[in-house]
């Protein structure tokens, strides 16, 4: 496994390398955003996401180079086409993201279009049909996963880790825990397509974690949170471990629910700032992240973050004992 490394180390340099050629240009073209939980909301660079996207991509075809023409021996049952297939889907839902960032999408459309992006894992037939249900079984799905469960599993990751977001390191810290586990999974079951897109996103989302970290020198944006999700959702389908990825989102599902009730609103999802805390608003919680601090009766914004990013360890960390510990798994 030593070999799939490689996919790591060259998505986090590229990833680091493109991100500080980045950032100063985002802010001097005027691609910047308000820090909403900070005092005089100060303007951060936005879009770091493409850095993010450009790490991931450069991983994922440095390993598909190794194993083209160097023939590496470790690497002989990596599905390149999967792994093509994989980027394909990313690459367009970063651009949907971008797009989104650049002059908005509408909230409807976001939870649309990405179901188009996944054409080429539909038309692959990526994953399994079937499927261990509790209390069921196993489950053949037949046509039914390639035509509605996969872009349906995809487009809801997507805008998930799009919707729990918002504050510094928070999208970054929580994909890197979930992808990291989910890594874990995915070597030891062998799925090893799966794990050389997980690593590839690992060393990509470390890297971005580096500045996005609090106090932010960029924001990932929706490019950013739309390819995290994108990228977990296509590994469990492409690795059959499904059940991983539907445990590691867990926090972003109470989030979504959460949100629901107040309508998905558009603003005023952040904290309050007072003497250096954030506090929920008279009218929160709306989503987790208000909920906590509703909770906590306030606390600071990398506090806030730990908790979140802590509370996406525990549903990692029990990801990893159903497949690793447990007698449960599929």
Known sequence: MSIYWVTLLVSGISAFVLLRVLIPRLVQAGIVGKDMNKPGQPPVAEMGGLGLVGGFGVGVLTLIALRTFFKIEALATVSTTELLAVLTTVLTIALIGLIDDLIGVHQGWKAIIPALATVPLIV?????????????????????????????????????????????????????????????????????????????????????????????????????????????????????????????????????????????????????????????????????????????????ERTLVLILIGLEALCALGAIWFYLGSRLAP
């Open 124 to 300: 692959l037939e990526v994953g399994q049909h079937t499927l261990l249900l509790p209390f069921i079984g196993a489950v053949n799905f037949g046509v039914f996963y390639p035509l509605v469960l996969v872009p349906v599993g995809v487009t809801g990751a997507a805008n998930a880790f799009n919707m729990l977001a918002g504050f510094n390191g928070l999208e970054a810290g929580l994909g890197a825990v979930a992808v990291g586990a989910l890594a874990i999974i995915a070597a030891h079951l062998g799925e090893v397509t799966s794990l050389t897109l997980l690593l590839a996103a690992l060393g990509a989302l470390l890297a971005t974690l580096f500045f996005n970290w609090y106090p932010a020198k960029v924001f990932i944006g929706d490019v950013g949170t739309l390819t995290i999700g994108t990228v977990i959702a296509a590994a469990v389908i492409v690795g059959n471990f499904e059940w991983a990825g539907l445990m590691v989102i867990l926090p972003h599902t109470l989030d979504f629910l959460l949100k629901a009730r107040k309508r998905f609103p558009s603003t005023g999802w952040w904290g309050e700032y007072r003497d250096g805390k954030l506090y929920c608003p008279a009218h929160g919680p709306v989503g987790l992240a208000q909920l906590i601090l509703k909770l906590t009766g306030g606390v600071h």
